[in-house]
């Protein structure tokens, strides 16, 4: 199940919100809202949330500053605001400090909404493969490397100083003097 969060000051924007995510997602998205953004970071902390939508004007912090937190303790979570601001720099803020993903408009539609939410549902999903896929490629890394680095050691310790190469300015091996001296043929006695 999917997790959403939403917060925002006043309860009747909060409860027409969830009746509409209930009514398009029904048990497939777990819908948690407050009106205190207080109380939602006490719950970021307990929770994970798939997206967080706060309203950008609140009396206790600005929208941008609760994502701000939520950003810091979950740096998964999509995070949207929602607002009836249209003040432009406002939404550059949202979009350069905290990586807002959407910045929706009171009023919305019904249609609008469902489908900018199930955007960001989709948008975490696809971050959360990605970053498994890198967990498993750097995994994977390490488990490589890990060998090659016990192999070298295990090569080291059989013949020390065997895994130190000597590199000359044109990218060739240079052979140790001690070698070459042992490689070198006899002088001949003619």
Same mark, same amino acid.
């Given at each position: +199940? ?12 909060? %409860?027409?919100? =969830? ?25 970021? =902390?307990? /929770?994970?949330?798939?997206?967080? +939508? %706060? ?11 609760? *994502?701000?937190? /939520? ?8 995070? +949207?605001?929602? %607002? ?22 009171? $009023? ?37 490397? %890990? ?31 001690? *070698? ?6 006899? $002088?001949?006695?003619?």
């Amino acid at each position: +199940m999917k997790r959403l969060l939403l917060v925002d000051d006043e309860s009747n924007v909060l %409860s027409a919100l =969830k009746r509409l995510f209930r009514a398009r997602f029904g048990s497939q998205v777990g819908v948690e809202a407050f009106t205190d953004p207080d109380r939602a970071l006490a719950r970021v =902390k307990e /929770v994970p949330f798939d997206v967080v +939508m %706060s309203d950008y004007r609140m009396p206790q912090m600005t929208g941008i500053d609760f *994502l701000r937190q /939520v950003r810091e303790i979950q740096p998964q979570a999509v995070r +949207m605001i929602l %607002s009836a601001t249209s003040d432009f720099e406002v939404l550059q803020q949202a979009i350069n400090e905290i990586e807002v993903y959407r910045f929706l408009g009171k $009023p919305w539609t019904e249609l609008g909404m469902a489908e900018q939410i199930a955007d960001a549902i989709e948008k975490s999903g696809e971050q959360r493969q990605e970053r498994e896929l890198a967990d498993a490629a750097m995994r994977l890394q390490q488990d490589a490397l %890990s060998e090659a680095e016990r192999e070298r050691r295990r090569l080291e310790a059989l013949e020390p100083g065997i895994t130190h190469v000597d590199w000359g300015p044109n990218g060739e091996v240079l052979m140790p003097d001690a *070698l070459i001296d042992i490689l070198r043929p006899p $002088p001949s006695n003619r």
